[in-house]
């Protein structure tokens, strides 16, 4: 088959994709409500929601437009559309999975009600989930083919075609269509970092504020609808872990198939140079290649979610999701072995770097799948309360705060381990296998079912807001008892999701570097980036330093969002007769605050992020900017697992206590106090820093690759 009819081909799987996402968004909304206070609480909720994203992708929609106008003066002339594309489909995919979940929460509780069965609950949540994991996928891969297409019939043609590349303003040598992949990368970029700065500031402060009005100050129960800022914290749930995490995780997909393609591009380019003989075919489908595995993976998600769909589920809520899990992944490994057979026993790879023939890209992208799929098996056994961590730091809570904390960082700073030597042994064997081309290969395999590992994460705040409906609405103890079992299990599946999102940020970053040397590389050179070099190893240390940061101004930012909304929280339930339950307390007032504050504090992160490599590049050149990078990255990975980590460990400790299992501890008890605080401090590591850090070296990634050859030409101090 022809380039072209690849694209076509994988451009209508994308399309069954969408019909299917669509048809399922359709059910969810046919479903009913349930009660008139539940269908009035929902409502609110998906009011608040929606007008924070029209108010967020206000200010987003100013930024795209300006990059995109910058990008077309001074970069190539078409890079701006490509990156007003990636914004495009970031911002659908927030979009659609922010209003499927605020659909499905409500139903979720009301199934709940009306079945008074596990199973049929956990498919109403795990349905909504799904939409947004397989939107992620689908729309991610719809918006590289189009922007392959575009390159092909509307501008210069092939991937291989180098010329040069005229913006209005300045001309640089340079592949169009990588620049245009490069793009739409940033275009995602751009929108996942204002949405998990902004998401998790909106949902963490609500968080924090409502637990300090109600578990610390007034004795209330947990989602009680008494508390103004519970309502607004019901919305942050779907602002960070929905929207948040559907474009961090769609970054990170389109991430990784950009930098395969580019690192394809780069090597077939050295090869030619060297005067080595490699076929144009065999070039063609190594460029290939990307596309084709996430294709792969698409199948195997829609098989694996379309099962758990139609089948009838058992009451282990765990066992289902894993299944839907197991049989993605599975899928995943075996289409992708067919392909790479098929697309590359004919030919020489060596150039390269294949060790194994056909079976060495293959090879590295099971290493990332069984990366994936273990790094969620560490961090649920960190975080989960079936387990010893999480347990010893329940049971010590009865010591008090100071014990809490320090067992809580012991925990987070043990579970850095595994998951970064499984990173790194992976990687490693992947670079033996199949060089650099192996080693984006094995990022792009983690990522290659990412709608599967998506749609459980997304069941987590479902569950969690159905919860909440439930209380707060005051159904049924046996409603609320299956509830909180879905709620508990949605905890794990989202700590296993953030393991997955850092895991999966850390292959993105290495393949992104690894593309950005071959960016900045004179045609034909082997790419170096030469750790001896003095702007390297100062970068580096300077990388490392900015980390450290933008998580202190992350932490900052949400305290101070907390603090001022528990402080007008205490106001309105002062008002006579709202602890009395008889006059509701003004929820829009606060859902008003939430929202101004985190959008009023996104801006200098985020604008960190996009900044940095350029002041960098321009002052110190390309081998700066490369130490930046890489110090940034060695440092923000263990950083962002101990957020991570320690967090759920604190939060589920918390919940341990609270399900009465620490004999003689149960609520208001001084160890669920004490458990409080650890989970209050949890909140801020694993919803705010922990998340945004993932996007923040993803994102300086991305845009280095982006401005490489302009960093190449016009830096002041050369190195």
Not at 116 to 129: D, F, N, P, Q, Y
Not at 514 to 527: H, K, L, N, R, S
Not at 642 to 663: P, Q, V
């Amino acid at each position: 088959m022809s380039t072209v009819s690849v694209w076509l081909v994988v451009l209508c799987l994308t399309v069954v994709a969408m019909v299917y996402i669509f048809w399922n968004y359709s059910r969810i909304k046919q479903m009913p409500e349930g009660t008139a206070e539940m269908s009035e609480l929902a409502g609110i909720i998906r009011s608040g929601a929606e007008t924070f994203l029209k108010t967020e992708f206000k200010y987003i929609g100013i930024v795209l437009c300006v990059v995109a106008v910058i990008f077309c003066m001074v970069i190539e002339k078409t890079s701006g559309i490509s990156f007003l594309i990636g914004g495009l489909m970031s911002s659908i995919v927030c979009i659609l999975g922010m209003k499927s979940a605020t659909y499905a929460n409500v139903r979720t509780s009301n199934k709940a009600r009306e079945s008074l069965s596990i199973g049929e609950t956990v498919k109403v949540a795990l349905c909504g989930g799904s939409i947004s994991g397989l939107a992620v996928q689908a729309f991610g891969m719809f918006g590289i083919i189009l922007v392959l297409l575009l390159g092909e019939f509307c501008f210069d043609g092939g991937v291989s075609h180098v010329a040069e590349s005229r913006g209005i303003l300045v001309n640089l040598v340079c592949n169009p269509t990588m620049m245009r992949i490069s793009t739409y990368s940033l275009g995602c970029s751009i929108v996942a970092m204002f949405n998990r700065v902004a998401g998790g500031n909106y949902t963490k402060a609500a968080d924090i504020s409502s637990d300090i009005l109600g578990k610390l100050r007034h004795d209330l129960p947990e989602d009680d609808s008494r508390i103004p800022n519970t309502i607004a914290d019901f919305i942050g749930d779907n602002v960070n872990d929905i929207a948040g995490n559907c474009s961090d995780l769609l970054e990170s997909f389109v991430a990784t198939m950009s930098a395969t393609i580019m690192i394809a591009v780069t090597l077939y380019q050295v090869a030619v140079h060297k005067g080595l003989e490699i076929a144009e075919q065999a070039f063609t489908n190594a460029s290939l290649f990307p596309i084709v595995l996430a294709a792969c993976g698409l199948i195997g998600c829609l098989i694996g979610l379309g099962i758990a769909n139609f089948k009838k589920m058992g009451d282990d809520p765990s066992r289902e999701l894993d299944l839907s899990t197991w049989i993605s992944a599975g899928v995943t490994v075996v289409l992708g072995g067919i392909a790479s057979y098929i697309m590359f026993k004919d030919y020489d790879m060596s150039a390269y770097g294949f060790k194994l023939g056909w079976a060495s890209p293959w090879i590295s992208s099971v290493l990332g799948i069984v990366s994936g799929v273990a790094i969620g098996i560490i961090t649920e056994y960190y975080t989960a309360t079936d387990h010893k961590p999480t347990r010893e730091l329940a049971e010590i809570c009865t010591e008090g705060e100071a014990f809490v904390v320090t067992k809580g960082d012991a925990i987070g700073s043990r579970s850095c381990l595994l998951p970064i030597l499984l990173i790194g042994v992976s990687l490693l064997i992947s670079g033996i296998l199949g060089g650099t081309y192996g080693v984006a290969v094995s990022a792009l395999g983690m990522l290659a079912f990412v709608g599967a590992t998506v749609s459980i994460d997304a069941f987590g705040p479902i569950a969690d807001n159905a919860g909440g409906l439930a209380e707060a609405c005051h159904l049924a103890p046996e409603v609320r008892a299956i509830t909180d079992k879905l709620d508990a299990v949605g905890n794990t599946t989202a700590a296993i999701g953030k393991g997955f999102a850092i895991g999966s940020a850390a292959f993105a970053t290495v393949s992104l570097i690894t593309a950005y040397v071959g960016q900045y590389t004179e045609i034909g050179a082997d790419p170096v980036l030469n750790f001896a070099s003095f702007a390297v190893i100062s970068g580096g240390i300077i990388g490392g330093a900015l980390v450290e940061y933008f998580s202190a101004v992350l932490t900052d930012n949400t305290i101070d969002s907390a603090k001022l909304m528990a402080d007008e929280g205490d106001k309105q339930m002062s008002v006579p007769g709202v602890l009395e339950g008889k006059v509701k307390p003004d929820y829009n007032k606060m859902i008003a605050m939430a929202a101004r504050e985190a959008i009023r504090k996104m801006v200098v992160p985020s604008i960190l992020a996009l900044v940095i490599p350029v002041v960098g590049g321009i002052l110190f050149g390309v081998q700066f900017v490369g130490g930046l990078l890489v110090g940034a990255t060695i440092v923000a990975i263990p950083r962002a697992i101990f957020m991570g980590n320690s967090g759920g460990a604190f939060d589920n400790a918390k919940k341990y206590i609270e399900s009465g299992m620490l004999e003689g501890h149960g609520k208001g008890s001084a160890a669920h106090k004490a458990s409080v605080t650890g989970d209050t401090i949890g909140d801020t590591r694993k919803d705010v820093v922990g998340v945004a850090l993932d996007i923040f070296i993803k994102m300086m990634s991305t845009v280095a690759n982006t401005l490489a050859p302009i960093i190449r030409s016009i830096s002041i101090f050369r190195f």
